[in-house]
C-alpha cells in the first residue's frame, strides 16, 4: 500500500520545537516531525509563532507531504524527522521559496 495522508491535522510542539503530521500506510500509522528551523519561510507577522509556523505547514502540505513519501520509502519506521533540517528545505525548495 501506498502511504497517504487522510488526516490533515498538524501540529505544533513548542517544547520540541516542531510540528508534526501523521501518515498511514493501510492501518499502519506513521508521525512525521518537521523541525522549526526547516520551516524557513515561518510567517513573522503572524499573531504567534505557533500560528506562523502552521501557515507556514499549510502554505505547502502537498510538497512537504512528497517529501515524507520519498523519506518513507527509504525505510519504514513510526517516527520520521529529518536529522538536517538544510536538507528538508532544499529538497523542497519549490514549497518554500
Same mark, same amino acid.
Given at each position: 500500500?501506498?502511504?497517504?495522508? =487522510?488526516?490533515?491535522?498538524?501540529?505544533? !510542539?513548542?517544547? $520540541?520545537?516542531?510540528?508534526?503530521?501523521? $501518515? @498511514?500506510? $493501510?492501518?499502519?500509522?506513521?508521525? *512525521?516531525?518537521?523541525?522549526?528551523?526547516?520551516?524557513?519561510?515561518?510567517?513573522?507577522?503572524?499573531?504567534?509563532?505557533?500560528?506562523?509556523?502552521?501557515?507556514?505547514?499549510?502554505?505547502? =502540505? !502537498?510538497?512537504?507531504? !512528497?517529501?515524507?513519501?520519498?523519506? @518513507?520509502?527509504? $525505510?519504514?519506521?513510526?517516527? @520520521?524527522?529529518?536529522?538536517? =533540517?538544510?536538507?528538508?528545505?532544499?529538497?523542497?525548495?519549490?514549497? *518554500?521559496?
Amino acid at each position: 500500500m501506498a502511504l497517504t495522508f =487522510p488526516n490533515r491535522s498538524r501540529s505544533y !510542539d513548542e517544547a $520540541g520545537q516542531y510540528l508534526h503530521f501523521l $501518515g @498511514y500506510n $493501510g492501518m499502519f500509522e506513521m508521525l *512525521f516531525l518537521i523541525e522549526i528551523e526547516a520551516l524557513a519561510n515561518a510567517k513573522p507577522e503572524a499573531a504567534t509563532a505557533e500560528a506562523g509556523y502552521l501557515a507556514t505547514f499549510d502554505a505547502s =502540505p !502537498d510538497s512537504i507531504r !512528497d517529501v515524507a513519501r520519498k523519506v @518513507y520509502s527509504h $525505510g519504514r519506521k513510526n517516527v @520520521y524527522q529529518p536529522r538536517k =533540517p538544510q536538507r528538508f528545505e532544499q529538497r523542497t525548495s519549490k514549497a *518554500f521559496p
